[in-house]
């Protein structure tokens, strides 16, 4: 796997040669997109904190102005199946039917999002022009601390922000863009993230006092510690029996 930073960060001809040698190798590549309003808006229109303070700095920014940051993207040949684009907080017109078109996943941080106080993600925008979608954690920089707790990633209390921050998705939408969205977006659909004939032997079990009524329900209310955890069909953590 490939992973340029960012569109700022990337010279367009690395961007460029990542795009080519991912495609000539079947690598995935991973970057950073449209993280920030500043990005944005230092792409879209040549202007902003960020386009000054890089300028000062140095950076060649005859390449904004141009367009988003997606269409940045797409105008080097950096969108396709292979291409996991993290964040994606800030669109354009027409950007989600582009992400779409070239099957691009999106991986969206919600603690991430919401610990910048970014704009209301566009889940619905995104998923209604086709785009898969996935979670991710981005980071412990962008992760609150509750008070003396540790900052921890945790995939759970992802989901469960989405949950509060997207009220039209299921616990089952949810689910599966922190699980099966996520292989398809590795490229592992049908190996990971399901348990179902000829996927890798990797579960986790959760406590489950008492019987369900809502299975999704459940599994996203979950915090602490899991019961147990198999790796390639060893228990890594046994189960208490």
Not at 20 to 27: E, F, P, Q
Not at 59 to 74: E, I, K, M, Q, T
Not at 208 to 234: C, F, Q, T, Y
Request: charged share 25%; net charge positive.
């Amino acid at each position: 796997m490939l992973s340029p930073h960012a569109p700022y960060s990337t010279r367009p001809e690395l961007l460029r040669l990542t795009a080519a040698t991912a495609r000539r190798r079947n690598w995935r590549v991973t970057t950073h997109i449209a993280e920030s309003e500043q990005e944005f808006e230092m792409f879209q229109n040549a202007r902003g904190a960020m386009h000054r303070w890089l300028e000062r700095n140095g950076r060649d920014n005859s390449d904004c102005g141009l367009g988003s940051p997606v269409a940045h993207f797409a105008r080097h040949k950096l969108l396709g199946e292979n291409v996991i684009a993290v964040h994606v907080n800030y669109l354009a017109r027409g950007d989600a039917t582009l992400l779409a078109r070239n099957r691009t996943h999106v991986v969206h941080c919600p603690r991430s999002h919401d610990y910048f106080r970014h704009t209301k993600f566009e889940s619905e925008r995104l998923a209604n022009a086709g785009v898969n979608l996935c979670l991710g954690t981005d980071s412990l920089a962008t992760t609150r601390k509750v008070g003396k707790q540790k900052p921890e990633l945790d995939m759970f209390a992802e989901m469960r922000l989405f949950a509060d921050r997207e009220k039209s998705a299921s616990p089952e939408e949810i689910l599966r863009m922190a699980t099966v969205n996520g292989a398809r977006a590795l490229g592992l659909a049908g190996k990971i993230g399901e348990l179902s004939k000829k996927s890798f032997a990797d579960l986790i079990a959760l406590p489950a006092p008492g019987k369900l009524k809502n299975l999704p329900e459940a599994i996203l209310a979950h915090a602490g510690n899991v019961a147990a955890s198999m790796i390639d069909g060893r228990w890594a953590v046994p189960p208490q029996v």
